[in-house]
């Protein structure tokens, strides 16, 4: 007997100043969407190098995990089929922002605005959590209680 | 192309006064030592919920996801085969622990004789983990620098 399970997948916030770096999707689904970097998880790859390695593919940057914000499960979080990801808050410990092959152009956005933006996957949900995250700290799951 | 994942899987921290709830493993890897309560995440299921029904299933109790401790990915950690776990530290919000019918039997373990005990997988890290946490806070990976 085949078990099924979700597909682990990573995504990093890294914050300078006001502004959060974003990634233009350049595939479906979410095609010309923004979403936080981040991807799928390689079978041999611990979660923490997934996240380095992508952020690295979709924005250049050498980033290294600081925390975790949460995990997000959401069977209806990725059209495509059943992903859970685990949220790393990140810094940039080296180079330049640029797009890489995997992402269409990158973009600061202000953690102010994201009320008037659209993102892919919950990745909506994942910002308001992280804004929450900077004043009172915490973990976050899909289906967490939230007071708002 | 099929890309190869690492599996997913989920564990709860449950303590009560100075003691955590374990159970010993009716099954290989690790047949005969102790785990936290844990188990596969199912496709379709959110990891907060494969953890409650775990807990269930293993040790007759109603939980509820508290924080999130950390994600452990180390490829070695499963000699079966790559999983990662989301650890979740939990509160019992109903029943009397009573050993299910994945579990062999269970046990209460003082987190402070950690030191002298054998666990399963790498629970052993990730209780240390959970004693720095209730001082420090914060969140854990496997390959996290820890500085003892």
């Known amino acids: 007997m085949k078990?099924?399970?979700p597909t682990p997948t990573v995504d990093v916030i890294l914050q300078c100043n006001s502004k959060i770096l974003m990634v233009k999707r350049k595939r479906d689904p979410f095609k010309d969407q923004l979403?936080?970097?981040g991807g799928f998880v390689n079978e041999g790859e611990?979660?923490?190098n997934a996240m380095k390695r992508e952020a690295m593919e979709e924005t250049s940057l050498e980033v290294e995990p600081i925390?975790?914000?949460g995990a997000y499960s959401d069977p209806r979080r990725d059209p495509r089929k059943h992903t859970m990801t685990v949220v790393f808050?990140?810094?940039i410990v080296h180079g330049s922002p640029m797009a890489g092959d995997d992402a269409g152009s990158i973009e600061w956005i202000d953690l102010?605005?994201?009320?008037s933006k659209q993102f892919a996957f919950d990745h909506h949900m994942i910002l308001r959590d992280y804004k929450k995250w900077k004043t009172s700290g915490g973990t976050f799951w899909s289906t967490k209680r939230r007071n708002d």
């Open 89 to 91: 808050v990140g810094i």
């Open 112 to 115: 102010a605005d994201i009320e």
């Open 46 to 48: 611990t979660i923490e």
């Open 35 to 37: 979403s936080l970097p």
């Open 67 to 69: 925390e975790i914000l």
């Open 3 to 5: 078990y099924r399970n």
